[in-house]
């Protein structure tokens, strides 16, 4: 069997699908390793880091011949038609691949005849949390979202009491205790602030204190979705928790804002009028701004004024930390090729329910009802 992993291409995609000390684990599972040259350059793993793991490296020149007779292909975000449709047929590609945004390498990999395993779509069930890579990409984009946070804001995080007089830690709100929520809580904590929390899960209660953080309850029913997610609110209901969350972003120096529902635009948290009511200085964080954004007016990949308030967009923020999160984007990837690894083989067993659920294209056929609709409308 044989793995590759091209450089990506995408601008400002600065991960690697496999760094070298992940290279011998797939040896060991029965795997030739090749690796495009300059694919970890980002990540800061050097083409000689790979050949001394037992990798093998591949020219530009060389690429079309190497996807051409590559059994896996693992890349972060997923191959375009160019390189999607020069897979040999049961080839497996595996990467991020978002059913409708990326219907191009969809359409690749169908004409190729090859299969598409997407991170985006893996099943959030337990023998399924060492392959979730959305999870581990979370951590860090939690993780950075704090750090962002704290160099922005024109003051301290922590408590500090000097002869010159005390100064009180700064107050941060997290909006959306999912991984990256929790993640940006336990930071903001380590660097000193005063943290309190909302979700629309009143199970997240217990995570939230667990960080040391206070847990506001607003007088709402619950959202619990499936799998753990939150669910869609009506409008009515969104503009109810606008109006309690109010005092709340108006007291706090930060709001960091991290909520998602999946196949869907990212919830409105706050708008406009309520980052108004900030203190001149504070700092919001939209981590969900590429998929629409938290909060009101934010711009996925810049730093906008409202009024007095800095509110920076987040893109591509897993990449602005690329050796961890390739690291551990790695590790999704090497287990989830595992599972599908049977007698020295690669077999897609659509029996498996995780097998099931992430191949969006299985030997040609697209399988996921809004990728067919993105790619049917694109003929």
């Known amino acids: 069997m044989r793995i590759l992993i091209p450089a990506e291409v995408r601008p400002g995609e ?9 290279v011998r684990k797939f040896t060991q599972i029965g795997f030739d390793v090749a690796v495009q040259s300059g694919a970890g350059r980002h990540a800061f793993a050097s083409d000689q880091e790979y050949l001394d793991a037992g990798a093998e490296i591949v020219s530009d020149e060389s690429m079309a011949d190497a996807l051409a007779t590559a059994d896996v292909v693992a890349s972060v975000r997923g191959l375009d038609y160019a390189r999607a449709s020069r897979l040999k047929k049961g080839a497996v590609a595996v990467s991020f691949l978002a059913a409708v945004a ?22 959030r069930i337990s023998r399924a949390q060492s392959m979730d890579a959305l999870t581990s990409q979370a951590l860090v984009t939690g993780y950075r979202a704090a750090l962002v946070a704290a160099d922005r804001l024109p003051s301290f995080f922590p408590l500090f009491m000097t002869a010159a007089g005390t100064i009180q830690p700064a107050k941060v709100l997290v909006l959306g ?4 929520g929790l993640q940006a809580i ?6 000193g602030a005063k943290v309190s929390a909302y979700d629309v899960r009143p199970a997240s209660a217990d ?15 619950a959202l619990e979705g499936s799998g753990g997610y939150a669910r869609e609110m009506t409008e009515e209901r969104a503009n109810q928790q606008r109006d309690l969350l109010t005092p709340h972003i108006t007291a706090a120096d930060v ?35 590429e ?13 906008i004024q409202i009024g007095e308030v800095s509110v920076w967009g987040a893109k591509d923020v897993a990449s602005e930390m690329p050796v961890h999160a390739s690291q551990l984007y790695a590790m999704n990837v090497l287990n989830l090729i595992a599972l599908a690894v049977k007698d020295g083989e690669i077999v897609v067993d659509l029996e498996d329910e995780v097998l099931d659920g992430c191949a969006i294209v299985c030997n040609g056929e697209i399988r996921n009802e809004f990728a067919r609709e993105a790619v049917q409308g694109g003929a």
């Open 207 to 221: 995570e939230v204190k667990s960080m040391g953080a206070t847990f506001i309850t607003l007088d709402l029913e």
């Open 255 to 289: 709001v960091i804002t991290t909520a998602a529902v999946p196949g869907r635009t990212a919830p409105v948290l706050v708008t406009r009028a309520m980052v108004e009511t900030m203190k001149p200085g504070s700092v919001v964080v939209d981590l969900a701004s």
């Open 102 to 123: 990326d219907a191009d390498t969809v359409r690749g990999l169908r004409d190729a005849g090859a299969t598409g395993l997407s991170f985006d779509f893996l099943p």
């Open 14 to 22: 600065h991960r690697v699908a496999m760094v070298p000390s992940v």
């Open 186 to 191: 336990a930071t903001a904590k380590r660097l």
């Open 291 to 303: 998929t629409g954004g938290n909060v009101e007016g934010s711009v996925s990949g810049e730093v």
């Open 177 to 180: 205790a999912g991984v990256a």
